[in-house]
């Protein structure tokens, strides 16, 4: 079972059809990673993470991280960055790029 899959899909509201659908696999087969103990191949588990921007592992409930997990680039930082990135790294991918937008603003 793919432990955090219907989560996923009812959280973006898309039914089970529409997934399989667009990952290539029966509605059935959704059915059966989902509520059943039916794991799926693992170019279907990559084309899932894909599909719902997150990892392999947070599919399959091996980590909390619901969201791709990226290399992570030190700097120091003093407590007023450090917040804002704690804030930033919050945000949905929609509102990052809103952020990046503003503060392109500025420089122009």
């Known amino acids: 079972m793919v432990q955090n899959l219907k989560f996923l899909r009812t959280k973006n ?3 089970q059809q529409q ?13 059966k990673y989902e509520n059943h103990k039916v ?5 279907t ?3 899932l993470a894909e599909y ?7 599919l399959i409930g091996h980590t909390n991280i619901d969201h791709v997990i990226e290399p992570i680039v030190r700097y120091d930082l003093n407590k007023e960055e ?3 990135i704690d804030k930033y790294r919050k945000l949905s ?4 790029n809103l952020v ?3 503060i392109d603003s500025y420089f122009d």
């Open 93 to 96: 991918k929609k509102q990052k």
């Open 19 to 31: 997934l399989a659908d667009i990952i290539g696999v029966t509605q059935q087969s959704i059915n």
């Open 100 to 102: 990046l937008i503003l």
């Open 45 to 47: 588990l990559i084309k």
């Open 52 to 58: 719902f921007n997150t990892s392999v592992d947070y």
């Open 13 to 15: 509201n898309i039914s």
């Open 82 to 84: 450090a917040v804002l």
């Open 39 to 43: 794991e799926p191949d693992i170019q």
